[in-house]
């Protein structure tokens, strides 16, 4: 199916020099935009940096350093051909654009938190005549009271008369088939500490009453000491606990589960040094708050890996795929205690393998309080960047997931 959202911006990309959003397919226009360094946000780049090499070509990228330092440290992306490209700026900063012929325009943009990948930006267009706000891909964690959920309030706030508005809307319960609390998941906070308090009683030693009776804190000191832990297992556990965590990297999201865990259990993080994408998954750890070491898989207490036969693993690893499918997909499993968002996959054929709820989009109900905060007038038009997860809506074109999201946005 062709992507929903193709790069141009009403009224902003027809001004002369042109100007393109998270696409790099079709004419070469003076100014490109990326929203954040996941790769369907910058398609076509790698074989547009034969056009870039040119002298004569004179586009250039507006992006986050992060986001800029992430894309280089992926596969076939040139430090030396993007690094003159990328123009860095950084959140709230406001900056103006230049047409090709006449230099300086009246287009200024300003860069938002989006609580997505680290360096991910919502943008904000404007000139005298029209306000379009690019969401990019985000999660709006709404009620959560966090340093970014303020910051992307205050934004909100003060972001308005929006006359256009491009959203992802990954979570968007298009056809409201989804029943309760399926369309208000936790923020991801609470999940990261159910998983890290999961993984604490599954790895923890029997006669360690010393334990704290806390359970609304989640700090290492209450955590069964893994110092010390080797590939032998003897630094934590039982006879019958499990003894270290794989961490699924095939999923979004899983470098803040396996470097929480890191944290929490006092670990460094193990990356496989032959993995291609050792690079990226370093830079991405290393942006994120906290300071964990990478190290090699059998010497840390978490460790990642992609795919099934992780050599890492053995029968006494808890292993973890953190996802934000399971709510679509694979409603069905075995809960893990009380928790509705840890989910043992099967606990006779595949014990320790637990599915987890884990989200860098915002959830149907943060989508709601978003749209509210942003109080858009009748007027104004609005286009998904994204098309909703969900069997139902897999066969519908996106023309008819265009409309049935202004009308599902009508009755907000
Ligand atoms: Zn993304
Ligand atoms: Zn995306
Ligand atoms: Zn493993």
Redesign the pocket.
Known sequence: MAPIFDGNLRHFSEKPGGLKVDDFYGDTVANYFISHA?T??FEGLKEFQDILRDRSNDSVIYCTKETGELIMSRVGYKREILSNKFRYKAVGERFSLRHRENGVSDTTVEFARANHLPGAVMMLFKDKHYKALYTG?FRFESYERSEVTNEMKSFLENTTDIDILYLDITCLDLLGERKGDKNKFPCKRIILEEIADMVSTLTENSDSSERSNDEDECNSEDRPDSEGFDSEGSGVGGPDSYKNVHVDCSALGWQEVAKHLADQFDSSLGICPKDPKKKLHQCIVELLSGDVKIETPHKSFVHNSNGADCKYCTDRTIRIKPSLKWLFYELEGYSYKQSTWIREKDPVEEPGFFNVLYSLHSSHYELQQFMKLLNLSRKAEIFPI?RPLGENIEGMSNNEVRSKTKELFKKW
């Open positions: 996941h369907d946000h891909d994204s």
